[in-house]
């Protein structure tokens, strides 16, 4: 039974750190993003009317058949030959056997102790008090399934789970292929558990996204993450007991939950008690995880052999073929970029973790400058993403967007002010960057005439002020460019204002 | 197998939780009655020295059955839902779920 | 056709040829199969549902394929009865079973679209054990079929319906499914042909399951070449099933026409007889077994050593497959619901409760048999196990077939036993398959096909031929040259020998 979302003790985080050591697991499910589903011919599109994206083998209804998707499969090598892994010569599907609503078959149709791509690996870059350090997240395995079809809760007050009267199920997601990549525990990370947690996960999307094979959109669920999460006292300790944490839909609330989990855990473990071992539900909004299902030792998912589905033996050639026309290793990628941009490992590093190298990639392919294009795209934008509890991906925004006000920033028809009011404007839908600008009347001001007559306006009313600058103190003319601006609402250049103000006393800069 | 282990009452109404059959209770012991005396039978099986034999899942040796990603014709929602016990909103509609989310 | 010849007693053969030839209209043939079926099925009850108006407008549409000059299919016009575990469009599919009462499936199974196509006129739905689990129909939840031949008896089963159906004239041809035999021992406790297929060679999409690795859907029908020609209009590769071999299906009509078994090697299987087999049944096959001698064949004992563990491995990996094909039979997106009035339930105590009042206690005890067989903890002693065994029996056919074309046996090892003998005697009743079940854990073809009456009680007895996968043509070959001989001794048809209902 689910307890109530009372709030639990925590800990600080140093103290949880002082006094244990986390090992995580994380599993990913990637929803592909192939034209139909994982063993019937159904649309995968997003957003249908329900239940007009079934048949009778995705419905589950007696007699019916599975048959595989070859995009699928051909999708499941491709991500593990990009994710270091071994391919299997020969491996089956498995029946996982449990009774839920919104699975029709009431089985699952996955992969069990024959994975399809197994041992790989991917290497990913954290900010540690030594600097940038590459810890390497060993990956168990990456097998193919299905999904589930979407149950909405009717009646009680919220639309959740609890206190509803009955549940309506719509299965047009029902089938919809899915990889699930599973990490072999990861251990060693100590205080950066949180952290490598989410720069692992941003660089599977990176590499997903590269292959083509998903949308990978988080608030979406084609990428969905479950944290398994553990305590022990010291890294030669025995490992704790785990919980599992769902529901964890974007890059931030990976870093976040595992975070909170720790200290919760923490917490118990410190009080003398002992953590439960269950599946646990992340909640983004006020940023706790709260108790669901306990995993008791009762859950016995009979797992067999899929008997109406036949083995696949992927043929070597086939394999190498696939090896042979993958795009460019993220890693070898980064280095590339790093190079023609020309920046510091570190800010390399802070272009990867925050999932946002291929929105600078093509922002500077548009015509921007890199620094300026990673200024705006990790600066302003990842603030605004920050606030929304959006990835900065998901914001409504594209790299096309971002890159026009770079350049019209750099051509001067913009100053800073006025591109971050652009911004805010494409984000509120109002259009392109040019629109925007056009319909709030945002250019700069660029006809010296209005600016000549506002520097008078300003110098009358701060002669004080222009006695300063003419007696020398250039620093001074802040105020009157400040007066300036104020007065054209922003729309001024202010290097052109303070040059204007200087001829216009004679002064000029040492 | 020597050793079969006999089935009892209670392992009867755990395999029937599992299966999600509501058995009157009334009814477990025979059903433990019956079991114990088909698993006795089929247990048989272990008398078989079997340990280097491949276990044998599909009767035919085929491989690599795959369909081209190529859209079909799905049901209509009418159709979908043509046998349902109870409809809402084109959806199928099911009694409160507890427990898990 | 005169009008005085019994429509019902023509073989298939005969009537595709009487449509074709417009002696006869598809429409008449069929009211023939309705009229007989009401006469005779209140007491046979053989069909859980009789499409009349499909039926008649099925036949209605060959009589003007025919009249408008367009070629027929070799079965066109040729009434069927089809096992209702097949879906067909908007016809009920209950498998037996209360849990799908009321059903109208919105799709055809692969077999429906190619009877539908070739013009067979389905005339209904045959009773059968819930979910195939039975040999004697009397665990369908529609209550038991009778058999033609002495009612107080069973039909076999699990296709004792399809089995009735056809041994009663209701219809020349039926469907039926085989698992364990459910296709072979109706047909030999009923005196008709049955054959079950090799695996993947008829599709089983639209087949509700019982164990996928073991089902396989064949023909039924009262001679060795209408069940040749049923088998070639079902036959053949499908994209529907991933399970479906991808082979040209062999000349089975061909090889029913040939019926010549000389210079064939043909192996009576030891571990296939003796003791437990009826004295009657013995007799009859040892008396075929000498009669394939004399037809010019060579006939040689061989061992399947393994044989005799067939019973046991079947009796695991079916419970195993079909505890988790039965799952999605739980009250929510088809079928009866149960138990959602009394209070608030959730949805898992109404599935449980209506999988409790849904199925018989055949079908909860193998699904508990199952569940425990796949139990982490006893996987590999149960069902891994099984798995190995059942490769063992496959290495056994193997090794027979390297020196014989074909084997032979008891289809079943007494004739039909009378309804309620040994209902509460699941193990009983399981040993009824003991001889059909190896060809399925093999995916080898069988037939059975009838070889006279065991001199003890009147009832007719089978014999069981069988064939290396994918040479099904070989059954219909020696089948067809045992039945010829047979015929010519007997001077009848054996069904001739039946009471008239």
Known sequence: MSTASTAEDVLPYDVVIANFDPVLGLEVHVELGTATKMFCGCRTEFGADPNTQVCPTCLGLPGSLPVVNAVAVESAIRIGLAL??????????????????????????????????????????????????????????????????????????????????????????????????????????????????????????????????????????????????????????????????????????????????????????????????????????????????????????????????????????????????????????????????????????????????????????????????????????????????????????????????????????????????????????????????????????????????????????????????????????????????KSTRGQADAGRVRALLLERLGVTED | MADTPSITRDDVAHLARLARIDLPPDSLDHYAEQLDVILGAVAQVSEVAADDVPAMSHPLPLVNVFRADVVRPSLSNAEALSGAPSVESERFRVPRILDEE | ??????????????????????????????????????????????????????????????????????????????????????????????????????????????????????????????????????????HSAYGATHNPWDLERIPGGSGGGSAAAVASYEAPLAIGTDTGGSIRQPAAVTGTVGVKPTYGAVSRYGLVALASSLDQAGPCARTVLDAALLHATIAGHDPLDSTSADVPVPDVVAAALRADVRGLRIGVVKELGGEGYQAGVRQRFDETVELLTGLGAEVVEVSCPNFPYALAAYYLILPSEASSNIAKFDGMRFGIRVGEDDGSPSVEQVMGRTRAAGFGPEVIRRIMLGTYALSAGYYDAYYGQAQKVRTLIARDFAAAFDTCDVLVSPTAPTTAFKLGEKLDDPLAMYLHDIATIPANLAGTPGMSLPIGLAPEDGLPVGMQIMAPAMADDRLYNVGAAVEAALLERWGRPILEEAPSL
């Not at chain 1, 036949?310 to 086939?318: G, L």
């Not at chain 1, 394999?319 to 020309?342: I, T």
């Not at chain 3, 209360?98 to 059903?103: A, K, Y």
């Open chain 3, 1 to 138: 056709m005169g009008t005085s010849t019994d429509l019902t007693r023509l073989t298939a053969a005969e009537t595709a040829a009487a449509v074709a030839g417009g002696e006869v209209s598809a429409v008449e043939v069929a009211q023939a199969h309705l009229d007989r079926i009401t006469a005779v099925d209140g007491r046979v009850h053989a069909f859980l549902h009789v499409d009349t108006e499909g039926a008649l407008a099925a036949a209605t549409a060959v009589d003007s394929a025919r009249a408008s000059g367009a070629a027929l299919s070799p079965l066109a016009g040729v009434p069927l009865a089809l096992k209702d575990v097949l879906t067909q469009r908007g016809i009920p599919t209950t498998c037996g079973s209360r849990i799908l009462e009321g059903w109208r499936p919105p799709y055809d199974a692969t077999v429906t679209a190619r009877l539908k196509a070739a013009g067979v006129v389905i005339l209904g739905k045959t009773n059968m054990d819930e979910f195939a689990m039975g040999s004697s129909t009397e």
């Open chain 1, 84 to 485: 270091n892994c071994q391919i299997a010569d020969w491996c089956r599907y498995a029946r996982k056997n449990y009774f839920y609503p919104d699975m029709p078959k009431n089985f699952q149709t996955s992969q069990y102790d024959e994975p399809i791509c197994f041992d790989g690996y991917l290497d990913v870059d954290v900010e540690t008090d030594e600097g940038v350090r590459t810890f390497r997240v060993a990956i168990e395995r990456a097998h193919m399934e299905e999904d589930t079809g979407k149950t909405s809760h009717q009646g009680g007050a919220t639309g959740r789970i609890h206190g509803a009267e009955y549940s309506l199920v719509d299965y047009n997601r029902a089938g919809i292929p899915l990889i699930e990549i599973v990490t072999k525990p990861l251990e060693g990370t100590g205080k950066y558990a949180p952290e490598v947690a989410k720069a692992y996960v941003a660089a599977l999307r990176e590499v997903l996204r590269g292959l083509g094979v998903s949308d990978v959109k988080m608030e979406q669920g084609s990428l969905r993450c479950d944290a398994n999460i553990s305590l022990r006292p010291t890294p030669e300790s025995p490992l704790g007991t785990r919980t599992e944490t769902k529901n964890v839909n974007s890059l931030r609330s990976v870093e976040r939950a595992i975070r909170y989990e720790m200290t919760r855990q923490a917490a118990v473990l410190m009080s003398g008690a002992t953590v439960t071992q269950e599946t646990r539900h992340w909640h983004e909004d006020t940023g706790v995880t709260t108790s669901g299902r306990e995993k008791s030792d009762a859950e016995d998912y009979r797992y067999f052999p899929e008997p109406d589905l036949v083995p696949i033996a992927p043929s070597r050639e086939w394999v190498e073929e696939l090896r042979a026309a993958l795009p460019e290793n993220p890693a070898v990628r980064h280095k590339r970029l790093q190079n023609d941009w020309g920046i510091s490992d570190f800010d390399m590093m802070a272009v990867v973790n925050a999932g946002a190298v291929d929105l600078v990639e093509e922002t500077v392919a548009l015509g921007a400058d890199q620094a300026a294009a990673r200024k705006w795209w990790l600066g302003e934008l990842a603030r605004i993403a920050n606030e929304r509890t959006l990835d900065l991906a998901d914001l409504p925004i594209t790299s096309a967007d971002v890159a026009r006000v770079v350049v019209l920033v750099a051509e001067g028809a913009l100053n800073d002010k006025l591109a971050r009011q652009v911004i805010d404007g494409i984000l509120a839908g109002e259009g392109t960057a040019d629109e925007v600008v056009a319909a709030r009347g945002l250019a700069v001001v660029s006809d010296d005439a209005p600016l000549l007559a506002a520097i008078e306006e300003a110098l009358a009313a701060q002669p004080d002020v222009a006695e300063k600058i003419r007696g020398g103190k250039v620093a001074a003319s802040g105020a009157i460019v400040g007066a300036v601006m």
